[in-house]
């Protein structure tokens, strides 16, 4: 199938032409922009003191770029820069990250850094959304700054369901084929995209199986809408070397018709701190979002991308694959002590909770058939009382026990379901932390179910 991906190019987009400011060419001489004379930049070097991939990053080792060992970054790291990137830091992600882990399955695809991967959706919503017009889907229980950037964009947003195993694409399929019948959707616009996180999903921690990404692939072609690969958790697995030591495909893998747009992001791998993050997609696409950056941002910040390159460039292909692989046994410590820490806290009758494979989250499901509505709250609907269930046991943890843990409705695009439900990250607090912070959630849900259905009889 051809595809026309003008098509889908918002009003915005289509306005947008390349500025008339141009980077002079090489040789060439430029009386055009108004660039500070390099002479005049006060930043003449850097060092940075890195955890080695010869000592297993138990020690650190020193890189250093200074104006007489590396003029052109040092040069290029100050100045204004095209929008597209640096140089040097563009070959690396070219050759030794999106060609070497993700795989795209066509020719004509090209990629952009960007400052992150909020800013980066932003964008991406620019270019092919007209506010209080166009339709989006996602997945039932999704990133909440997903919904939050929708929210002042004015898009239309419709959920598609998920079980254990992630998004269901026999339902997409039929919500797309029923799309002008259905009572909810047929009054709105026929979608233009699905917004997926499919490897260690936030907030659920589910990976979508390989079966599963190749029929959304499918899905998605026969009904001719985009997909927004958003995967800044793909190379957090949690998978002992001994049982899989293979990546689970990107969605890019799969696409020969350039409908993906893939985002990643070094936050969560290395230091959100830097702001960079990279899109993937078709030229047309990559030729637009760049055209935006020219007016907006300009371009991600060419220090970041430069500290990026000397860490790169230092540890080398194997010694990021190392970075990536002790990035991975950090985590599955990590997760394995909280995992513990529920088994023996969190009372099995009341919840229930995932076991995940990527990522930074395990999802906690409040069981609602133990939490059964009692009469004087008869007046509320299945999805109110999930709510209030929630919220007393956030409001108890919270005050009570000081243990904040994420509310589950916060990733709900579909206020209607009910569910009573909690994420749990075990990232960033300390082991200690996880296993008194595990004992404590018990506590406050227990303390609940014993303050509603143990303490008076007659309620």
């Known amino acids: 199938m051809t595809v026309d991906f003008n098509d889908f190019l918002s009003y915005e987009a289509k306005l947008r032409k390349k500025s008339v400011m141009k980077m002079p060419k090489e040789g060439e001489i430029s009386l055009t922009l108004g660039l500070p004379n390099p002479d005049c930049f006060p930043f003449k070097g850097i060092q940075l003191d890195i955890e080695s991939p010869l000592t297993n990053f138990k020690s650190t080792e020193k ?19 095209p929008s597209r990137g640096l140089k040097h830091f563009n070959l690396w992600i070219k050759n030794s990250y999106i060609n070497k882990y993700f795989k795209p399955n066509y020719s004509n695809w090209n990629f952009l850094i960007q400052s992150g991967a909020t800013q980066s959706l932003e964008s991406i919503f620019r270019m092919l959304i007209n506010p209080n017009e166009d339709t989006v889907l996602c997945e039932s229980l999704t990133y909440s700054c997903f919904l939050e950037t929708c929210i002042p964009l004015r898009i239309k947003v419709f959920s598609v369901e998920m079980d254990e195993f992630g998004l269901k694409p026999d339902y997409l399929d039929n919500l797309l084929l029923n799309w002008k ?28 199986s390989i079966e599963r990404r190749k029929l959304l692939l499918d899905i998605c072609n026969k009904h001719n809408i985009l997909i927004v690969e958003d995967d800044p958790y793909y190379h957090l697995k949690l998978i002992d070397e001994d049982n899989n030591n293979s990546n689970i495909p990107s969605l890019l893998n799969f696409d020969t018709e350039g409908r993906v747009i893939r985002i990643d992001s070094f936050s969560k791998i ?6 960079v993050s990279i899109i993937t997609c078709n030229n047309l696409f990559i030729e637009k979002l760049s055209n935006h950056n020219e007016l907006s941002i300009h371009s991600a910040s060419a220090n970041s991308q430069l500290i990026l390159e000397m860490i790169f460039q230092k540890w080398g292909e194997d010694g990021f694959e190392s970075w990536l692989k002790h990035l991975q046994s950090l985590y599955i410590k990590r997760r394995t002590i909280m995992l513990n820490s529920f088994d023996k806290f969190l009372p099995k009758d009341l919840v229930n909770y995932n076991r995940p494979n990527h990522g930074m989250f395990i999802w906690i499901n409040i069981n609602l058939n133990k939490f059964f509505k009692l009469p004087k709250y008869s007046n509320l609907s299945d999805s109110d009382w999930a709510r209030f269930i929630e919220d007393e046991i956030y409001k108890i943890s919270s005050e009570k026990y000081k243990i904040v843990l994420t509310k589950g409705h916060w990733f709900l695009q579909d206020k ?37 259905y143990l303490t008076d009889s007659t309620d």
């Open 270 to 275: 290395l230091m959100p701190g830097l702001r």
């Open 181 to 208: 019948i259905n009572e909810k959707t047929k009054h709105s616009k026929f979608p233009k995209l699905i917004y997926v996180m499919p490897t260690g999903h936030n907030p659920t921690g589910i990976t979508l």
């Open 63 to 81: 890189i250093n770029y200074n104006i007489n060992s590396h003029p052109d970054q040092l040069i290029d790291s100050c100045q204004y820069m």
């Open 416 to 452: 209607d379901i009910a569910l009573s439900s909690f994420r749990a990250t075990y990232a960033f607090v300390t082991e200690e932390e996880m296993v008194k912070g595990a004992e404590l959630f018990g506590l406050a849900v227990k303390d609940l179910y014993s303050s509603m």
